[in-house]
């Protein structure tokens, strides 16, 4: 009997950190992050910035491009400050349960981190009640993860 809970104990260990490992990230082919635009220009910028291939990072399985050599430096110092929540993909989206796509130009930057959304419409959705659907999006994020993720 001791064998088998051992054994059960060990499944269930193993996955658990199999879920936990996984990640989940709205990537092109190429595995660039955001559409290729630079994470620090939401908030340096206050809008949506091209970055280029010459400045870039590698964070959390994801290639972020930057618009210049400032912006990489800040990003690589702190890429929990400017990487978008819920791996680039509509917040919205995540508080519905569901992972879409994005349009830079309906980002938002709220508690101090870069939500991304699938349209301008959608984010005034979003903000109808904000700290719900973030709150919803957060609850359902580790879901998608273990469900979708790789």
């Keep these: 009997m001791k064998y088998f809970a051992l054994l059960a104990l060990s499944l269930l260990l193993a996955v658990s950190a199999s879920a936990q490992t996984k990640s989940l990230l709205n990537l092109d082919k190429h595995g660039v992050a955001i559409q290729a635009y630079d994470p620090v220009a939401f908030f340096t910028d206050s809008k949506p910035v091209k970055g280029k291939a010459e400045f870039h990072a590698e964070h959390g399985g994801a290639t972020y491009w930057f618009a210049s050599a400032e912006h990489q430096a800040l990003f690589t110092k702190t890429p929990e400050k400017y990487e978008p929540q819920f791996g680039g993909y509509c917040a919205y989206g995540v508080s519905k349960n569901k992972l879409i796509e994005i349009d ?11 939500l991304l959304q699938y349209s301008k419409g959608v984010r005034n959705d979003f903000n109808k009640d904000a700290a719900g659907n973030l709150n919803k999006a957060k609850a359902n994020w580790p879901s998608l993860v273990r469900e979708k993720g790789k």
Excluded: E, M, R, T
């Excluded at 130009?105 to 101090?112: K, L, P, T």
């Design 104 to 114: 830079v130009d309906a980002f938002q930057i709220v508690d101090g981190k870069l």
